[in-house]
């Protein structure tokens, strides 16, 4: 049996989480996470995760990366593109990291209840008008698209295919994840797949 060392699991590791990342015009995007299977070592005795904890935990990590890019967001300055362009205030990048934790909340209540678990693509990023968007892709063809405005508004869009509905919810964040529920859950429907089944099973075994 080889038995990896730790410093060499943990740079392979942020080599694949890193390699995964591009910084394109103050936008980050990240690829959505493929499940693998690694074999984890702990006092000399194999253990082998779940591929959705892999996926979980790795979402979980993203999300605490992202946190701290909203962050230092006020450190791009005014007028931070060509043109006209306002920093997203300070409410609007605490509501952001309230929806990404709901979010990480909501994936992790998905796999307490032993239910299909999607985990999204996540692309975010400081909207010129004053504000930040941030999108949860199911696949290139459905996704949900979040924009939070330094005007106290949000605006909600759901891409389905080729169709598209707009809203302006009450309450963004409940409206989010159940809006992402139903895409992920009609894109199940539809034969795509893009998620990690959580097998009875394999908690019992």
């Given at each position: ?17 890193n ?9 980050m995007f ?7 299977y690694?074999?984890?070592y702990?006092?000399g ?6 591929w959705?904890?892999?996926e979980?935990a ?24 060509s043109g006209n362009?306002?920093l997203?205030?300070?409410?609007v ?6 929806l990404?934790?709901e979010f ?8 307490q ?5 999607d985990?999204?693509?996540l692309?975010m990023?400081?909207i010129?008008?004053g ?8 696949n290139?063809?459905?996704a949900?698209y979040?924009?939070i405005?330094?005007n106290?508004?949000v605006?909600?869009?759901l891409k389905?295919?080729d ?7 009450t309450?963004p964040?409940r ?16 034969g ?5 089944p959580?097998?009875q099973?394999e908690?019992a075994?």
């Amino acid at each position: 049996m080889e038995i990896m060392s730790p410093f060499i699991k943990e740079t392979w590791g942020l080599s694949r989480f890193n390699c995964q990342q591009t910084s394109v015009a103050g936008n980050m995007f990240f690829s959505g996470v493929s499940a693998f299977y690694s074999d984890v070592y702990s006092d000399g005795i194999e253990e082998k995760p779940r591929w959705y904890d892999i996926e979980l935990a790795r979402f979980d990590q993203l999300v605490t990366f992202r946190k701290e890019y909203l962050d230092m967001l006020p450190s791009l300055g005014e007028n931070w593109i060509s043109g006209n362009s306002s920093l997203p205030s300070r409410a609007v990048i605490e509501k952001s990291k309230k929806l990404l934790d709901e979010f990480n909340s909501y994936l992790v209540r998905k796999k307490q209840h032993k239910v299909q678990i999607d985990v999204p693509k996540l692309v975010m990023g400081p909207i010129p008008a004053g504000g930040i968007g941030i999108e949860f892709h199911v696949n290139s063809e459905n996704a949900l698209y979040v924009s939070i405005f330094n005007n106290n508004t949000v605006e909600i869009e759901l891409k389905y295919f080729d169709f598209y509905s707009a809203i302006e919810p009450t309450e963004p964040n409940r409206r989010v994840i159940a809006d992402y529920e139903l895409l992920a859950s009609t894109n199940r429907n539809s034969g795509w797949g893009n998620s990690l089944p959580v097998l009875q099973s394999e908690d019992a075994s």
